[in-house]
C-alpha cells in the first residue's frame, strides 16, 4: 500500500477544505433532525472533497481501505434545541402574520408545529430563513475550529509514523 503524505494534501486544500467544512455544517442544520443521519466530508488522495448524506455508523469503503480519510462528520442536528423557539418564531413573522398567529394561538404557546398547523408556507419560510441564518452564523468558526484538530491529528499522525519507523530501526542496530 502507498504511503500518502496526509498532511501535505491537507495543507494544500486548506482553502477547499475549510469552505467545505462549512457546508457540513449548513447541511447538518435542518429542524428536521435526526441523529442517525450525518453529513461526512471525505478526500481522497488526489485531494477531491466529497461531501455527501450517510448513516451515523457507515464507513466509506474508500477509507477503510485508506485510500480516502474521513475529515468531519457531523450529525443532522436541529439549531432550535438552542434557543426559545417561541421567542424565535415569533421574531421572524411579520406584523400582519403575528397578529393572525396570535389569534390562532388563542392563548396557547407558539410551536413550530402550530405554525405549521396554521400556515405551512409561512412556516417553511421561518424554516429555511432561521436554519440558514443560523448556519451562516456559525459555521466558519466551527470549520475554523475543525481545521485546527484536522492538522493536529495530521501533524501527530505523521509524527507517531516517523518515530515508528525510528524505533524500527533502532531495532535493527
Known sequence: ??????????????????????AVYSEACCLNANSEICQVLKMDSNGTLIHHTSTADNTSSAVWNGNAIELARMAWFNPLDFADEAEVILSYLTKEELQGFTRY???????????????????????????EKYADDNAPAWADKMME???????EYGRADIQKVELADLGKS
Open 1 to 22: 500500500m502507498e504511503k500518502i503524505n496526509w498532511m501535505e494534501i491537507i495543507q494544500e486544500e486548506y482553502d477547499n477544505i475549510l469552505d467545505a467544512l462549512a
Open 105 to 131: 394561538l388563542d392563548g396557547e404557546n407558539p410551536t413550530l408545529h402550530k405554525l405549521r398547523q396554521w400556515n405551512f408556507h409561512i412556516a417553511d419560510r421561518f424554516e429555511k430563513k432561521y436554519t
Open 149 to 155: 484538530e484536522l492538522l493536529k491529528h495530521a501533524s
